[in-house]
């Protein structure tokens, strides 16, 4: 407590008090099937509270049919979903977290995809991202809303819900109804920010009707959308005196950008700076008395206990945070903050896969999602491990091993740990992938194992040590593309970011890979004063970008850089002078050009660094190969290959 009086004291909320204010704010897993609530739902929730949140607000619950825009969205609105509801409230009390349902209609933010029903929404206005015209509501559908807010609220109760969260932000038809750009109606309902808070307020003493007064109630509010015509602060702090001295609800929960426009507000990536959205909540607490959630980018105890000691806010939701550690509030209240599995915002696993339709998962935690799905005990305790390279492959197949009571060593070939991991945090947007490192190797220090740094293993050594099981994760290498020819100024990603070369001058960057590595090369050279041009043969430049939610700030770095982009080119060779003519074709339209460089910088696949695994091929001990020595792919593959295989043991 010591450490931390502010985050883990008590609050008071509403008719309840919460051990502490760590907040597991609601969020998207994927989770649901045909609409209802899930075990792998319960044992998420279970794991967080377990880990000491002292509040857990569960994803969003529909509350009308004519609202689906995803496919595993939970249809609060069917009688079916109460059994789900139990197992979950029924899991989390017995960890002592107070846990709400968040309830929502999201309105013109969707489609009729699933549905197969028009969307509902304040006025007639497309959304950017589903681009389909609403119907826009009439007082007889508004009234058919509020009812389905009622009853949905109804069976959160009679689920074991200790109350219900409103969510007026980011996505929802509340949040419409609040934004100057998409409530157009001249009615009671439109004109100015008082009139177009009227369908909230209207739902709030509806949903606090429906739960009683001996339930919470809260709401979330967007301070700040990012868009034109959005919602503004001003508008949010309008709105939040409206909603205090209404009497209805016990606190104010916060947001920052619109989800189907400015989505990369609200799940920010390790490129925008810690506590990037406090001035919302700190706005909004300057002006209402009660109690306001913070959210946005807090990774760490340390970080909160600030939030909270600068009355930034009265609670810190950490979502990601928990996502990747469980054990968040645990670890703080116990003093082990140190040891908190602190998020990347990497946004590969959480964001990017729910994005795809997939269910909720995290680079750092192969457990997460799979909470509901038991662990076999170990086939023999105590066997004799042996894992070669310390990229995160192998640090996590060393420190799940460790835990799991086996006698571990690591070898790694560098003097430093971390792999292609390490070489890509050199970069400024990159930066917090070097916490992966840090976080995997204090896990495998922790657990046990013992590490050996700058030791080139072969398969004498390895007989020599006589393992029962061997562990190859050795990473990969670059390939030099054919077109390259012998000029040593044409380069790889590795050798700029290990600065084992240093370009000048004009440089092209080649990237054929569409994510993070040839970006980040392009940034780095520019910060060191090159004229950069980054060309792709794919029809967007950097497009896997977007599944993270880094495409903008790429983008807007890219320009602020003077970093040209150049997209649908193919390399057909390279003619070394004094300078590089690289031939490029424009492959939709058959045109072929020249552009004269000083270097070329390739992000290309790499082949897997395999030559110790074929080694050992046939020996008498247990041999198996993870992660990029495997097959080249992202960070993620590599954790989950480096658990499995430990699991395995």
């Known amino acids: 407590m010591s450490q931390f009086p502010r985050l883990l004291s008590p609050l008071r909320l509403g008719p309840l008090t919460l051990r502490n204010r760590v907040v597991f704010a609601a969020h998207l897993t994927n989770y649901a099937t045909d609409g209802l609530p899930t075990a792998q739902h319960a044992a998420y929730y279970e794991a967080r509270a377990r880990g000491g949140a002292g509040l857990i607000i569960t994803e969003e619950q529909s509350t009308h049919p004519t609202d689906r825009p995803y496919e595993k969205m939970i249809a609060g609105y069917r009688p079916e979903v109460v059994a789900g509801y139990r197992r979950i409230t029924d899991a989390v009390h017995e960890h002592g977290s107070v846990i709400l349902a968040q309830i929502n209609h999201n309105g013109g933010q969707g489609a009729g995809t699933y549905s197969r029903r028009p969307l509902w929404a304040p006025s007639a206005v497309a959304d950017p991202m589903f681009r389909e015209v609403p119907k826009a509501v009439d007082d007889a559908d508004i009234a058919e809303i509020l009812e389905g807010f009622s009853v949905v609220a109804g069976r959160c109760i009679d689920g074991g819900f200790d109350g219900v969260e409103l969510q007026a932000s980011q996505s929802s038809i509340v949040r419409a109804f609040l934004a100057p750009s998409t409530n157009l109606r001249t009615d009671r309902y439109g004109g100015t920010a008082r009139n177009r808070a009227l369908f909230l307020r209207e739902v709030l003493r509806t949903l606090r009707e429906a739960i009683g007064p001996d339930r919470i109630l809260g709401v979330r509010l967007t301070g700040y959308e990012g868009t ?80 909270l000691a600068e009355g930034v806010c009265d609670l810190v939701g950490v979502v990601r945070g928990q996502i990747a550690d469980p054990e968040f509030a645990n670890k703080a209240r116990s003093g082990e903050s140190s040891s908190v599995r602190t998020c990347l915002s990497c946004n590969q696993e959480c964001v990017g896969r729910t994005g795809l339709g997939r269910w909720l998962g995290c680079t750092e935690n192969p457990r997460t999602g799979r909470e509901s799905v038991a662990l076999a005990m170990p086939r023999l305790r105590g066997r004799r491990v042996i894992v070669v390279g310390g990229g995160p492959a192998g640090l996590q197949a060393a420190a799940t091993a460790a835990q799991r009571g086996h006698a571990v060593t690591l070898f790694e070939r560098d003097r430093t740990l971390g792999g292609q991991l390490r070489t890509a945090s050199v970069v400024p947007s990159r930066r917090e992938l070097g916490d992966l490192v840090g976080n995997l190797e204090r896990q495998c220090r922790s657990s046990g194992a013992e590490i050996r740094l700058g030791t080139n293993v072969t398969a004498e050594l390895i007989a020599e040590l006589e393992p029962e099981v061997v562990v190859i994760a050795t990473g990969a290498r670059a390939v030099r593309p054919r077109w390259a020819g012998s000029s040593p100024r044409v380069v790889g990603v590795r050798d700029v970011l290990d600065e084992a070369v240093h370009p000048h001058g004009s440089i092209l960057v080649f990237d054929e890979l569409g994510f993070h590595p040839g970006p980040a090369a392009a940034e780095f050279l520019a910060d060191r004063g090159c004229e950069v041009t980054i060309a792709t043969n794919g029809m967007v430049l950097a497009q896997d970008l977007g599944v993270t939610l880094d495409f903008e700030g790429w983008n807007r770095r890219a320009h602020e850089k003077a970093i040209t982009q150049r997209t649908d080119l193919m390399v057909i060779g390279v003619d070394a002078d004094a300078r590089l ?69």
């Open 581 to 649: 003519t690289v031939r490029l074709l424009h492959h939709p339209t058959g045109v072929a050009e020249s552009l004269v460089v000083d270097w070329v910088v390739c992000a290309l696949q790499q082949d897997p660094v395999d030559e110790l695994w074929k080694a050992l091929r046939g020996s008498s001990f247990d041999v198996h190969r993870i992660g990029d020595a495997l097959s080249p792919r992202r960070s993620h593959a590599a954790v989950v290959e480096g658990h499995r295989v430990a699991v395995s043991l």
């Open 228 to 307: 034109r015509g959005g919602i503004e602060l001003p508008d949010a702090l309008v709105t939040a005196r409206l909603v205090e001295a209404d009497g209805c609800v016990d606190y104010v929960n916060t947001a920052i950008g619109m989800a189907t426009q400015t989505l990369h507000l609200i799940e920010a990536s390790m490129a925008s700076p810690l506590g990037y959205a406090n001035f919302i909540p700190s706005s909004i607490k300057d002006v209402i008395d009660l109690p306001v959630v913070g959210v946005g980018r807090f990774k760490t105890p340390e970080q909160a206990e600030q939030a």
